[in-house]
């Protein structure tokens, strides 16, 4: 099994309780497949125990990417969480450690 940071990078900003996460093909040819399988549900419960309340994706195929919109996770905010690391910045990463199969073919780029 392969990591979804192999085949993609991430952008994320956040406002409030609200993370937003970008999810970007290094390589067109693995788009189809992180299209396929990293969905939002899979990103809700990879978030359950930060108290995600819902999960929205959105397609941006000519981008090749994908766009989260998570709510509740990230404790109050920067501004009003007591955790050191509740901002979205660091999230990303997170979402970039999803197992992922893929065809050999698609070398990974990382």
């Not at 990293?38 to 809700?44: F, L, M, S």
């Not at 509740?72 to 905010?77: K, N």
Request: proline fraction near 5%; charge should be neutral; glycine fraction near 10%.
């Amino acid at each position: 099994m392969k990591t979804l940071y192999q085949f993609a990078h991430a952008r994320s900003g956040d406002k409030g309780e609200r993370l937003n996460v970008g999810v970007f093909a290094y390589d067109p040819a693995s788009y189809p497949h992180i299209l396929a399988q990293i969905t939002a549900e899979k990103v809700q419960t990879l978030f359950a125990h930060r108290g995600a309340r819902d999960v929205k994706r959105y397609e941006l195929p000519k981008l090749h990417a994908l766009n989260f919109v998570i709510d509740g996770v990230l404790e109050g905010g920067v501004n009003g969480s007591l955790n050191l690391d509740g901002h979205g910045k660091s999230q990303s990463f997170r979402l970039l450690t999803l197992p992922i199969e893929m065809p050999d073919d698609i070398a990974p780029a990382v």
